[in-house]
């Protein structure tokens, strides 16, 4: 065996560089996936620092964090919540369905991307980043906040229909007729519908082949199975990461939380490599032209999610400061919708650069904006009752 | 007293009560383990101030703080039932005489009449305990005898 000694060094300078920038992001309660990204466009072609020998090493490990990535989301899913949701916010995600698919959508027609490359921007500009408005409302101790279950179950409904997009979507971009895609798409969703009775009816059978009391036992079985689904996925052109998204969903219970508990620091090793690679794959110069689209694009769903956040927190009774720090926490976007372009933006020139810089922005924009909504003295509210029954 | 449940999708539950004097309070339990105490204030009852943070071990050693006197409230119940007879609780200070001792060895109930039932040490019971059982400092002797025999079992632990 040699030792790849230009390999080691360049990873090794790029993960130093990632935790640097990733403290300072923390220290201001920010989230370091704009960091990251700035990162792989200074390591990547065209930037100022090239890492050439790490290159294979990084593209390898972003098609790791893809799958890492949905996995955990898959894992988070539970029913009860998911009903919970349900429930209470049908209307919510409505709202927030239209209000912001429709901007990437429109944006899309005007650039004059094709069909897939529409629907691509529309799913990018829809999904809230549950990553960093999770993490966000923790830190900024809002966990307590009467607007908090409005904001979290939004993101739930949210992911869900990741669930059914991302099927929808990766058929088509593996390349095909349109009969193969639409066929493909049926697939894909019967596949994750099978998922969901599985896991429902059948998920502890599922844990106890998976369930192992030794940790390395726990991840070297989830791993292998993750992967393998994940590769018959691809095989079948319906995506690895809608596979491992599937296994995520199968798995619940105990096994869920003690593998999501053992993947987590692996999670997030490989999702900076992911958005690092992201990064890398975005040329500086093509990046100029697309920027006063990204900024509008920006702007306006920013504010449409302003609007969709302060609807869901009404819905829930919460009060005038409250809705505005559910509004302005959900402006956050990230993982997924840049998952959305590592799927489709091979195919499409302009998606890839305009995604980065919409998601630089509002992964950006959104922690700061709803930090700021925090602050000031509540307004003294004259004639209201000192307190408001919770919603039940 | 009431307490609201609310599910705080992907995070875990959130547990509200409004407290004796008014005050409304919040634990935000995580998946995670840890918790979270927080107070709503007036001005804007949507917002909690988070006054507390606990890890899993914290919480354990708070709730261990806050449950066990109940223990010995229970045993205090039952003594209820017969005139004359009390229930107290004898801590066993670290580094006290018996502080690494036999339960025998304080010859307890040769002196005084009162029965040690219990040993409450963190957050484990020693429901009946032999006189084998090894006292270490921290631990509550749940006493049951007349009230001289519980002051007595007390002066003999205090040495």
Redesign the interface.
């Known amino acids: 065996m040699r030792t790849p000694v230009a390999l080691l060094l360049e990873l090794g300078v790029i993960l130093a560089a990632l935790s640097i920038l990733g403290t300072l992001a923390r220290r201001l309660t920010l989230s370091p996936i704009p960091l990251y990204l700035l990162a792989g466009l200074a390591v990547g072609e065209g930037g100022v620092a090239p890492v050439p020998a790490s290159g294979e090493f990084v593209e390898t490990g972003a098609a790791i964090g893809v799958i890492l990535l949905l996995l955990v989301l898959g894992l988070e899913f539970s029913l009860p919540e998911f009903a919970v949701g349900m429930r209470r916010h049908v209307p919510s995600a409505g709202v927030d369905l239209v209000l912001n698919a429709v901007p990437g959508a429109v944006a899309g027609l005007l650039l004059g991307l094709d069909g897939l490359g529409t629907l691509a921007l529309a799913g990018a500009t829809y999904i809230s980043s549950s990553g960093i408005v999770a993490r966000l409302l923790s830190d900024l101790h809002r966990l307590g906040n009467r607007e908090t279950p409005a904001v979290l179950s939004v993101l739930v409904l949210e992911d869900c229909a990741m669930a059914l997009y991302l099927p929808v979507i990766a058929v088509p971009a593996s390349g095909g007729s349109w009969w193969q895609a639409a066929l493909g798409a049926l697939i894909a969703i019967t596949a994750v519908l099978a998922a969901f009775t599985v896991s429902y009816r059948w998920g502890h059978h599922l844990g106890r082949v998976i369930e192992h009391p030794d940790e390395e036992q726990l991840l070297l079985r989830v791993l292998g199975l993750t992967l393998l689904v994940a590769a018959l996925a691809e095989l079948v052109h319906a995506s690895a990461a809608v596979g491992a998204f599937l296994v995520g969903l199968a798995l619940t219970g105990e096994t869920a939380t003690r593998t999501r508990a053992v993947l987590g620091p692996l999670r997030d090793l490989f999702a900076a490599v992911f958005f690092l690679a992201i990064g890398v794959s975005v040329d500086p110069a093509e990046l100029v032209p697309v920027l006063p689209a990204a900024l509008a694009l920006a702007a306006v769903t920013l504010v449409t999610k302003v609007v969709t956040g302060r609807y869901a927190a009404r819905r829930d009774r919460v009060g005038r400061r409250g809705q505005w720090r559910a509004g302005t926490a959900l402006i956050a976007r990230g993982e997924f919708s840049l998952v959305i372009v590592g799927l489709v933006g091979t195919t499409h020139d302009t998606l890839g650069p305009l995604v980065t810089a919409y998601v630089f922005l509002l992964a950006l924009a959104g922690p700061l904006l709803t930090r700021l909504a925090g602050t000031g003295a509540p307004r003294p509210r004259l004639g209201a009752p000192a307190g408001r029954p919770a919603p039940p | 007293m009431d307490v609201?449940e609310?599910?705080?999708?992907?995070?875990g539950m959130?547990y509200?009560f409004t407290g004796h004097k008014g005050e409304?309070v919040?634990v935000?339990a995580?998946?995670t383990g840890d918790f979270?105490l927080?107070l709503?204030?007036?001005?804007?009852?949507?917002?909690?101030?988070?006054v507390l943070e606990l890890d899993s071990e914290e919480a354990d050693a708070v709730a261990e703080i806050l449950g066990a006197p109940r223990i010995a409230e229970r045993f205090a119940d039952l003594t209820k039932e017969v005139p004359g007879l009390g229930s107290g609780q004898v801590e066993v200070r670290p580094g006290s005489a018996y502080d690494g001792q036999p339960l025998g060895a304080t010859r307890a109930r040769t002196l005084t009449g009162a029965s040690i039932v219990a040993v409450v040490r963190g957050e484990e019971v020693i429901a009946s305990p032999t006189p084998q059982q090894l006292l270490r400092g921290g631990d509550v002797l749940v006493v049951i005898g007349t009230h001289e025999g519980i002051a007595g079992v007390d002066r003999i632990i205090r040495g």
């Open positions: 609201t609310v599910l705080l999708p992907g995070v959130r509200e409304r919040g935000v995580r998946r979270e927080v709503y204030d007036a001005g804007d009852p949507d917002e909690g101030r988070t």
